[in-house]
Structure formats: structure tokens, C-alpha cells
């Protein structure tokens, strides 16, 4: 079955630190991978995706992401984190190609930034 | 441009009671999806409309949810009766025809009691 894990629950880290959320896939072929950002009481934001070509992708607010086939992940990263970036994050996966553009999510991270 | 529009934010009810949810998506958007978002957890697709018809609906408990989207623009989403497991957080996302970038709405909090 599809699936995205996202092994950390729960995360803090200082302001100015750097940040990595790890999330790991499986499905059948390579799939189209998103992060989502969701602050308290928001929808979800996209923060990037990554659909082919050159596996270190770019997102907003400071964001990226860089795609390991040989691992399976899509791990999310920021070089400083601010307070602002206090949210949960949540990794997601859809399958290629079809009609069906199901995203299926990880369950989050919720990151705390102490000051 | 406008977002995707909700409403209502917040809803209580007992259980057996019924209750639906409101979605506006952005202007243009031909693809509409409800999910579910249960506390702790990552959203889960109920529903996906292209235009006015169903796409998929595997993930939609048939028995108490439903769903329609009969000019292909809003879109109501039913709870009869509710059930204490459906307290969540119901999202309403909408997308251009064929892409895969998804935007959502602000979610509609509903807690069964």
C-alpha cells in the first residue's frame, strides 16, 4: 500500500538552529512528494514539491527539500529556523499520472522553536 | 485572488445530530477534494469532485457522509447521524484541472459530544 512516515512526532529546536523533518515513502514507482506547513487554526500551505529533475528542491520561506531514491525519503530542511516557523508539518505523496491526483499524507511533525 | 472559503469555522453538536460544511473553491478550479483531519493525525481524503462528478469516493463512509457539488462550483459536505469519531477538523481543497498543486481551505473544527 502507498504510504508516507514521518518518524518524528514532535520536534524543538532553538531559534537560529537548523532544521531537519525526515519523511520516508513507499510506493510502487516514484512519486510526486510535497511539504505542507499548517499553523494553528490555517488550512495547509504549500511549502514546496518535488515532481523530476534535480533532486534539491527549493520552497518558500526559506525552506527545501532534497529527494534520496536510495532511501526512500524527502527530508525537509532549513538552514535558521525563526520563531514563525513554529507549526506542524505534514509530507505527502501522490501517485503518477491518472485522474486521481489522492494525496496521501504522514501523520505531521509538530515543531517547537524555542527563543 | 481568493482562497478557498469555508464555513462554518466551528461547529458542536450531540451525537446522532446532523451537520454540514460549506466550500467555495478558488474561481476556476474544475478539481474539489474534502478531507478529514483528525487530531494528531494527517489529512485523509473523503472525496474528490471533478466539476460535478465524483472521481473518488473510496475513503467516504457512505452510511453517514455524503457530498455533492451540483453546478461544479460549491460544495456541501454531510454528517447524518454524527458519530463521537467524527470529531475533526473537515478541509475543503480545490485544484486546476490536471494539476496536482492542491489549495486549502481554512477547515471547519466540528466536535461531537
Known amino acids: 500500500a502507498q504510504s508516507v512516515t514521518q518518524p518524528d512526532i514532535h520536534i524543538t529546536v532553538s531559534e537560529g538552529a537548523s532544521l531537519e523533518l525526515r519523511c520516508n515513502y513507499s510506493y510502487g514507482a516514484t512519486p510526486y512528494l510535497f511539504w505542507y506547513v499548517q499553523s494553528p487554526g490555517q488550512g495547509l500551505q504549500l511549502l514546496l514539491k518535488?515532481?523530476?529533475?534535480?533532486?534539491l528542491v527549493q520552497g518558500i520561506k526559506g525552506f527545501e527539500a532534497e529527494f534520496k531514491r536510495s532511501q526512500s525519503s524527502f527530508n525537509l530542511r532549513k538552514p535558521s529556523v525563526h520563531w514563525s516557523d513554529a507549526a506542524e508539518y505534514f509530507c505527502a505523496g501522490n501517485s503518477r499520472g491518472g485522474s486521481n491526483y489522492k494525496l496521501t499524507f504522514g501523520k505531521g511533525t509538530l515543531l517547537t522553536v524555542n527563543p | 485572488e481568493a482562497g478557498v472559503a469555508q464555513s462554518p469555522r466551528y461547529k458542536i453538536i450531540e451525537k446522532r445530530q446532523s451537520v454540514a460544511f460549506w466550500c467555495n473553491p478558488i474561481s476556476g478550479h474544475a478539481t474539489l477534494y474534502w478531507y478529514q483531519q483528525i487530531l494528531g493525525q494527517g489529512p485523509k481524503l473523503l472525496i474528490q469532485?471533478?466539476?460535478?462528478?465524483?472521481?473518488?469516493d473510496s475513503q467516504l463512509p457512505k452510511d453517514r457522509f455524503s457530498a455533492e457539488r451540483l453546478k461544479g462550483v460549491d460544495s456541501t459536505l454531510k454528517i447524518q447521524p454524527a458519530k463521537l469519531e467524527d470529531s475533526a477538523v473537515y478541509l475543503c481543497?480545490?485544484?486546476?484541472?490536471?494539476?496536482?498543486?492542491?489549495?486549502f481551505g481554512p477547515g471547519t473544527r466540528l466536535t461531537v459530544l
Open positions: 469532485f471533478q466539476n460535478n462528478g465524483v472521481v473518488d
Open positions: 518535488y515532481f523530476s529533475g534535480d533532486t
Open positions: 481543497a480545490s485544484s486546476l484541472r490536471g494539476s496536482d498543486e492542491q489549495f
